[in-house]
């Protein structure tokens, strides 16, 4: 099916519901909250990341040229990321030898934010807290050169297999897999260890506002009572987290949604009550800030550090992600 013809179907079978397309234009404008709809029935450029660990970014390329695949790599700062110039067929990326080998991993560029601003360092221990299929943990993995410790949460055991799968072909040595309900693996960490990380990653489910462009039928089962019901695990999640996390330490906190409910209000949150500062980010592409009021409440200026990335920005997913830094244990 062609590209327009298939967004026509895709329009037509999964309409936003009312309340969505109000809450969109209130966060955008209604010209921008067009946009936004325009591109959700689209699909994303096909985009890989290079496992440094296995084979040099050049190598890779040159193994794509082979095949007769142009990509271009939009980052000067991180050449690992790779997108390519065409369409290719749906599973083609996931076929090849280099694939299987471990050479790449097939990730959408957004997804590739959070570690791209939390930078794990050689030897640091990291906390990954809802970290199946594993795309950022075999991105820290790679950032962090198989050295230091990792340790990699996922509560569902069919997902722990799928994560296990992806380190073991990505070659990845430095990651202890757990399975645990997220909140309660942190309460027994602080309880019954001594462990506190140098980073740690919140990539908390959520509604998936921002993946409607792989995930249509988000717009079928999209409501507000799953937004309050998913935001009040968020921010269990978050604030377990943070009680584990070193003084000076760094945590990001990150979902693929775009409601505020699920972002900004979730990191006001951890403001009003720790001893916390936002870190400021800067990555070379386009985003925008957090917002600081949402249908009557508002919140701390701060949360402008936030960052909000739209698909008809990049050509990407939407995605949020908040830098924050420990100040010390105090609790406000």
């Known amino acids: 099916m062609e590209n327009k013809q298939y967004s026509e179907y895709l329009k037509e079978k999964f309409p936003p519901k009312e309340r969505f397309l109000e809450r969109m234009a209130n966060l955008l404008g209604e010209k921008e909250a067009n946009e ?27 193994r794509f040229q082979n095949y007769g695949w142009k990509i271009k790599q939009p980052f000067e700062k991180f050449p690992e990321i790779m997108i390519f110039e065409e369409r290719l067929n749906p599973g083609e990326l996931g076929k090849t030898r280099e694939h299987l080998l471990g050479f790449y991993y097939v990730q959408e560029i957004s997804s590739m934010l959070p570690i791209l601003v939390l930078q794990p360092k050689e030897g640091e221990i990291l906390l990954d807290l809802c970290a199946s299929p594993g795309s950022k943990t075999t991105q820290a993995a790679a950032m962090m050169k198989n050295s230091g410790t990792i340790i990699a949460n996922e509560v569902s055991m069919g997902r722990v297999g799928i994560l296990t799968s992806n380190l073991e072909r990505c070659g990845i040595t430095n990651v202890i897999v757990t399975r645990k309900e997220g909140v309660a693996f942190c309460n027994k960490l602080l309880k019954e260890s001594k462990i506190k990380f140098d980073k740690i990653l919140v990539d908390a489910p959520c509604s998936g506002e921002g993946t409607l462009r792989k995930s249509p039928k988000t717009l079928q089962i999209w409501n507000e009572n799953m937004i309050k019901k998913i935001a009040s695990t ?11 996390l070193k003084v000076n330490g760094e945590m990001i906190y990150s979902t693929c949604t775009l409601a505020p409910e699920e972002n900004e209000e979730i990191v006001n949150y951890l403001l009003e009550k720790y001893d916390i500062e936002l870190g400021s980010i800067n990555l070379p592409l386009k985003y925008r800030k957090g917002i600081c009021e949402w249908e009557g409440k508002l919140y701390s200026k701060e949360v402008e550090k936030c960052l909000r990335l739209y698909p008809q920005d990049n050509d990407t997913d939407g995605f949020f992600v908040a830098k924050i830094k420990k100040l010390s244990e105090k609790i406000k």
């Open 36 to 62: 936004f709809f325009e591109i959700s029935y689209t699909k994303t450029p096909s985009s890989i990341r290079c496992n440094t660990l296995k084979i040099s970014v050049e190598d890779l390329k040159k």
């Open 234 to 244: 968020q921010k269990r999640l978050a604030e377990a987290a943070l009680k584990l």
